[in-house]
């Protein structure tokens, strides 16, 4: 069921991921709808029309149905918002059909910060809190009917994900369904598995905190020297974690808890294009500890700072 709160809707499903996606799609309809012709015209402003688009989805879609949990899900949130499948799945491509510097992750032992930077006509987000038949219950933090890999696992890790672009993106399994699927995963070894093992469309880079892990952030370029042959410019991202760094390096796990929403309004976690097309959508903290997450809208907007908890 969906609680209303004066913050993001929250819903909460369990059983199979089908029913999962069915019941998420039934209680965010009239939202997913929006967001779903939000998601086309952005598409088609990049020079895509119905055509193609129709074309480059049903070449993804083969590779999609190789993660049968995910597609499940995504074939409930159809059935449930009463859209077509190809419309639910384009709202997991955008990544695939344009290039954004998207979303800052910083975390160490305990802790994950995140400000998911996305484009402000799809910026509405919903928390939803999942426990499937055949897995750990996972809180999910996203911009509606785009179900991706950020939030908390009841096994005990947190993640975030970053818009990474390359040169060398191809037809794969599109990334925001790999990302899902490491999120879901039984554990955060199998996390790094889920996400570094599909033929998936292009890049992402992945924040993945436990308990025992050290202090580490990302932004939106790679920093491996293996990957600069297919990198892309890396253009503001670098200063972006350069903010990151010298914000967050002396904060106290106390301080983390009781300032993070002023906190993830330094410049780091800011995005910066010309065209203000990208905004902060919302900010998130996950606590693994108290197995909790707190999420606000971005950019200093209003709204509480409201705390989901694992079942």
Known sequence: MAEHTEGPRVVR?????????????????????????????????????????????????????????RWDELVGVAQGSLLAIEDVLLMQML??????????TAGRAGFLLHAEMWFASHSDYAVLVSEPADGPPVITVSCIGFLTGVGLNGSGFAMGVQSTSSRDGRVGVPRAMVSRSALCALSAAEAVREATRHHRSGGNGFVIVTQQRPWGAHTNHYISTKFQTVAS???????????????LGGVSDRELRERARFLVQSPGFVPRGPDRSVVTAFVMLADIEAGSVRTAPGGGGKGPWVRVTLP
């Open 13 to 69: 499903c369990k059983g199979s991921w089908l029913e999962i996606g069915r019941k998420y799609g039934e209680e965010l309809r009239a939202d997913i709808a929006h967001a779903s012709r939000a998601i086309e015209e952005l598409a088609m402003a990049a020079g895509h029309d119905r055509m193609s688009l129709k074309a480059r989805i049903n070449d993804y879609i083969p590779y999609a149905q190789k993660l049968p949990a």
């Open 233 to 247: 410019s890396a253009g503001e991202s670098v200063q972006r974690l350069e903010d990151v760094v010298a914000t």
């Open 95 to 104: 990544e695939d059909l344009l290039d954004v510097d998207a979303c800052t």
